[in-house]
């Protein structure tokens, strides 16, 4: 009889953990310096390193990539960071529903 009344307790708990309240969030990004068909690879590549990342797209026609991530692992300014690091400024264009 003790037992069951832990289970609302680990319920609880399991509900408020970090893992419950991460949510996947997909953005797009503006990178107007892409200028030839081979930089998509290059940008991609920066993105998918990134702890958190499950996607990323890149569109060298529309100068935008757009990535899905894991918001309790990474952010926007991370993301970014990496696509300026690797050569290609970024800025948030919106974020996708």
Do not use: H
Not at 5 to 18: E, K
Not at 31 to 40: I, K, N, R, W
Not at 58 to 83: C, M, P
């Amino acid at each position: 009889m003790l037992k069951i009344q832990y289970v609302p307790l680990i319920a609880a708990l399991l509900c408020a953990s970090p893992l419950a309240l991460a949510k996947s969030q997909k953005v797009s990004l503006n990178v107007p310096t892409m200028d030839c068909a081979t930089c998509p690879i290059t940008i991609k590549a920066a993105l998918v390193k990134i702890p958190g990342v499950t996607s990323a797209k890149v569109s060298y026609e529309r100068r935008e990539a757009v990535v899905v991530f894991d918001d309790s692992k990474t952010n926007v300014d991370e993301l970014k960071k990496a696509t300026s690091d690797a050569g290609y400024p970024s800025f948030l264009k919106s974020a996708v529903n």
